[in-house]
């Protein structure tokens, strides 16, 4: 049977409330009119071929109910005429008049309700939120727990605008800096429109620079290296042993302000490399794991020094070369090359997702294996890109190539 069954209504008025339809007259105070509802009936060849299915069909729409058992709509029937029966009549329209009839039907009268208090609390504290409740009412009716408290922080944030401390210490009842993070996409929509345009950085973007966006202090960026040099560890710091290594972390802003005697740095992605990585005379290394090299950009002093950049050799290493050349132009690679990648075929794997873009910075023989990797040209297996992880490189080979670098090209000054 192909004829509207209750099921059928109330699925068109569920599929209104999906889309904020039957909530958004809460948030305009404007009245909603009589909704009329898609109907299939029986035909007129049907009425007359089928009349004991019409009347089965006709129970189950409600036309017989008792009042107190009768659907919410409202029927609309017409008269026609069985040659048999003689005259009779079937549901020709259904009708919705109210909205509460609407709610009725799907069982929304309580979320509606507790939607028109988040209106009207909405509408004593912050008014200019309306029409982001009109635009995102289930989404509100969503957050209606914790509703109060987000407006509890908007109105913090009125009274302090941008104000450089920590989330952790707002101080406002019942919120904690774990509710503003897990809240963070809804408030930056609120804020944006509870906020005056000169406390809101409109070039930060996204969650992760929510802090900056609303003036709030982040943690700071931390960048870890080590001394090369025993002798500049100890001009760094007088009170180490003679043998001492320098394992140190520090902000990126007291990083920018180093001034040690160092000509040559070397960066590396792995931290085994990282930590058995030798010594080398005037030299330091920075382990480059967890942060972008955007957190260098301040570090003039790296311009001064040779920088040497030690990655996978697959197209993702020579991707982070190419981002790193971004900021310090003059970086040469290191152990990634065609040389170092066929005396170690042993240890060669497979990129499970090869990078397809060009990269634009690198000089011609690294765009050369870069290609050679990124078409699949090296390994006999169709579709399979091959890597060398830089800890399979073997520590020999490691201690050759960096007793056949070159010194440093002379500078008027030492790295300052």
Request: glycine share 4%.
């Amino acid at each position: 049977m192909t004829w509207t069954t209750p099921a059928d209504l109330r699925l068109q008025v569920q599929k209104l409330w999906d889309k904020g339809d039957l909530l958004r007259p809460c948030v305009q105070g404007a009245a909603v009119p009589p909704l009329r509802l898609r109907l299939t009936a029986p035909s007129s060849t049907q009425l007359t071929e089928r009349f004991d299915e019409v009347r089965t069909w006709m129970k189950a729409l409600g036309c017989h109910a008792h009042s107190s058992e009768a659907p919410r709509y409202r029927i609309v029937m017409r008269e026609f005429r069985h040659r048999v029966l003689g005259s009779n009549a079937v549901p020709a329209e259904v009708w919705l008049d109210t909205l509460d009839d609407m709610l009725a039907l799907i069982g929304k009268q309580k979320d509606s309700q507790q939607f028109a208090n988040l209106v009207q609390l909405t509408r004593e504290q912050h008014p200019v939120l309306l029409p982001w409740l009109e635009k995102r009412p289930l989404n509100a009716l969503a957050l209606a727990d914790a509703w109060p408290r987000l407006l509890s922080v908007l109105a913090w944030m009125k009274a302090h605008p941008r104000p450089e401390i920590y989330l952790r210490q707002i101080c406002v009842t019942g919120v904690d800096s774990k509710f503003i993070e897990a809240h963070r996409g809804v408030l930056s929509e609120l804020l944006d429109l509870a906020l005056p345009a000169e406390a809101i950085d409109v070039r930060a973007t996204g969650a992760s620079q929510f802090g900056r966006r609303y003036g709030f202090r982040d943690k700071p960026l931390r960048i870890r290296f080590r001394v090369l040099d025993t002798s500049v560890a100890r001009l760094a710091d007088r009170l180490l042993p003679v043998d001492a290594e320098l394992d140190v972390t520090l902000t990126q802003a007291d990083f920018a302000k180093l001034k040690l005697p160092v000509k040559r740095v070397f960066f590396t992605e792995n931290e085994v490399n990282f930590l058995a990585f030798p010594p080398v005379p005037h030299s330091m290394l920075v382990f480059g794991a967890g942060y972008g090299f955007e957190v260098l950009a301040k570090a003039a002093w790296l311009h001064q020094c040779s920088i040497h950049y030690w990655g996978d050799i697959d197209t993702h290493g020579f991707a982070i070369l190419d981002q790193l050349r971004a900021h310090l132009p003059h970086v040469q690679s290191l152990l990634m090359d065609r040389e170092t990648l066929m005396e170690h075929c042993d240890h060669w794997g497979e990129e499970s997702q090869p990078l397809q873009r060009d990269l634009s910075r690198l000089d011609p023989l690294e765009r050369e294996l870069f290609d050679d990797l990124r078409h699949h040209r090296l390994l006999q297996k169709p579709g399979a890109s091959l890597r060398l992880e830089q800890e399979r490189i073997g520590f020999e080979w490691l201690l050759g190539v960096l007793a056949s670098l070159p010194e440093p090209m002379s500078m008027e000054k030492m790295c300052l």
